[in-house]
């Protein structure tokens, strides 16, 4: 049973899967797509501290990078008309270049030059000849006709040309972002200032980390899941800790949130039963839309705006706190960071166990990625998919997304997975 005290109303898995007011998860990620805009809001922050923001203009380049031609290769740098049409071509070394350092003059035929990786071409010269192929002694060096002109030269701009858009508003700058503001010689850059978060959780059973758990108390997971994902994701986040579930602390919570922040989060008090009382708050300070999502977990979804802020309702699961983040909270607000994010990568692979699946919903089961015994990859579920049960997230390295219409998949199936995490930041 419930807080609230209706074991029916309140357990979603009792309401009908068929419920025709249900919503595809894609149509609710659309209705909150187009309702959402990037934040007004410009600064200019030093190179290193634009990591994990959002550019709010285009980096256009201000010169070639790499800036001049250059060797790819320790080696000789030849004129490529010096080699030979057969047999061996015998070249007269006349210096030494070495990165970050120049070679006066014009390589003429018949000569050649040391060169080192990354040191400048020196006039004249087009092909770089790998040390390891030619045969050297004092200043004659012999190279063969198995050489290519023009081969390993790295020539000027390969990477970013001057005057190139080379990183669009709305671009994310993780760590290769970053590196190539490095190359530009930036000292800053603009990016949209930080998105003001602040989150809480709802429910008199909640007990906070420090206090013992009194009779009928669970410890707050909620607003530690919350916390860990608004930190990655580089908002500006203010924990407001648990609201008991008593309609004026409520609606001074939400009052005082919404004089400051963008967005608002909640986790529960937002499913049938308590959604009436929550309702009637909202229905004073904002516009708040209270739906059913046909997924699981993470049925009920509140979205709308309350005075400024954008508001979020999640459920009070832990589990469906996890997923509907994923699936709508992360990309919002990344939406309202200045972003156009992209849907989840996601892929196909076997299932190595059966799954359990009603149709009449996209479920987001849990699942771990190997390989089977002959190598290829498989899903293989996490066990117990209860939306309390947060260590099925934990063992998980990917949600196996099961279709609306789907039933039970057998083992052997072909099932879509969204991988966690990616590569790189
Ligand atoms: P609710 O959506 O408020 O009906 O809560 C659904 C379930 O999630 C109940 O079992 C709650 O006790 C649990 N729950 C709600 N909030 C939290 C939280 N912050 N941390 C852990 N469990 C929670
Ligand atoms: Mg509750």
Not at 51 to 66: K, N, Q, Y
Not at 330 to 353: H, I, N, S
Request: proline share 6%; hydrophobic share 40%.
């Amino acid at each position: 049973m419930t807080e609230s005290g209706n074991p029916i109303q309140n357990d979603p898995s009792c309401q009908s899967d068929h419920d025709p007011q249900s919503l595809p998860v894609t149509a609710a990620w659309e209705r909150i797509r187009t309702d959402l805009a990037p934040v007004r809001g410009i600064e200019r922050v030093s190179t290193r501290l634009a990591l994990g923001r959002v550019l709010a203009e285009p980096v256009t380049s201000g010169i070639d990078v790499p800036a001049h031609d250059n060797a790819a290769m320790d080696g000789y740098a030849i004129r490529g008309n010096d080699i030979p049409g057969s047999g061996n071509a015998t070249l007269r070394c006349v210096g030494t270049v070495m990165a970050g350092h120049t070679l006066d003059g014009h390589l003429q035929s018949g000569e050649c030059a040391r060169i080192m990786t990354g040191a400048p071409m020196p006039a004249g010269a087009d092909t770089v000849i790998m040390q390891e192929n030619v045969h050297r002694d004092g200043d004659q060096v012999v190279i063969t006709a198995d050489e290519k002109a023009g081969q390993n030269v790295r020539p000027a701009g390969e990477d970013l040309r001057q005057g190139e858009i080379v990183l669009a508003a709305g671009q994310r700058v993780g760590t290769a972002e970053l590196g190539m503001l490095g190359s530009l010689g930036l000292v800053e850059v603009p990016v949209y200032r930080r998105l003001r978060v602040a989150f809480f959780s709802t429910g008199d059973e909640l007990c906070t980390a420090g206090s013992s758990l009194g009779p009928g108390q669970i410890y707050d997971s909620n607003r530690y899941t919350l916390y860990a994902a608004l930190q990655a994701l580089g908002a500006e986040a203010t924990d407001m800790g648990v609201i008991s579930d008593d309609p004026d602390t409520m609606e001074k919570a939400f009052a005082d949130a919404a004089s400051f922040a963008d967005a608002i989060i909640t986790s529960g008090g937002v499913s049938v039963g308590d959604a009436d009382f929550v309702k009637t708050i909202m229905n004073r300070l904002g516009q708040v839309g209270f739906w059913k999502i046909a997924m699981r977990p993470g049925r009920p979804l509140a979205f709308g705006t309350i005075g400024e802020a954008r508001f979020f309702g999640l459920p009070g699961n832990p589990v469906s706190v996890v997923a509907t983040w994923y699936q709508f909270v992360q990309p919002a607000l990344r939406r309202m960071m200045g972003e156009d994010p992209e849907p989840p990568t996601t892929f196909r692979v076997r299932t190595a166990t059966d799954l359990r699946k009603r149709p009449g919903r996209t479920e987001f089961q849990r699942g771990i990625l190997q390989r089977d015994d002959a190598g290829e990859l498989v899903v293989t579920t996490t066990g117990s998919q209860g939306s309390g049960i947060l260590r099925s997230v934990s063992l998980a390295d990917c949600f196996i997304v099961l279709p609306h219409d789907s039933g039970d998949v057998a083992a052997g199936t072909m099932v879509d997975v969204q991988p966690f995490h990616g590569v790189m930041g």
